[in-house]
């Protein structure tokens, strides 16, 4: 069963960084493009990073560039999500989910998109505040 668990959240401050991880239970990531979601309080889940099936192509939502960088290291079957210069509206459950590798889809492209992602986690707790 593909199955995702979230860690590295927490409290800090704003200015802050964190890095989460999304690790894989019971398959590999080779295959798979990952994403990051977040949902904060009162709000819609929305996309907030993916990385493609080889690794070679990222993206990242405009309210995250150039603070958030994604990364993966299949050898360890982890994908990180490094958050520097933390805002409080940051502050959201965090998600990783996985789309298995399409043969519609170019391995480079970053295209995750939430109602084709699968095995998604607990989430992880994000808090921003001072």
């Known amino acids: 069963q593909l199955q995702l668990v979230e860690s590295g959240g927490g409290l800090v401050q704003p200015g802050g960084s964190l890095r989460l991880s999304c690790a894989a239970s019971?398959?590999?990531?080779?295959?798979?493009?990952i994403g990051w979601f977040r949902q904060a309080p009162g709000k819609v889940r929305e996309g907030v990073s993916c990385?493609?099936?080889?690794?070679?192509?990222?993206n990242y939502a405009d309210s995250v560039k150039g603070r958030f960088t994604i990364s993966r290291d299949n050898a360890k079957n982890t994908v990180y999500l490094q958050m520097d210069s933390l805002k409080p509206e940051d502050t959201a459950v965090y998600y990783c989910?996985?789309?298995?590798?399409?043969?519609?889809?170019?391995?480079?492209?970053?295209?995750?998109?939430?109602?084709?992602?699968?095995?998604w986690g607990q989430g992880t707790q994000v808090t921003v505040s001072s």
């Open positions: 989910a996985a789309r298995p590798r399409s043969m519609w889809i170019n391995t480079d492209q970053p295209r995750c998109v939430q109602g084709a992602m699968l095995g």
């Open positions: 019971g398959f590999t990531l080779d295959n798979y493009a």
């Open positions: 990385i493609s099936v080889s690794g070679r192509g990222t």
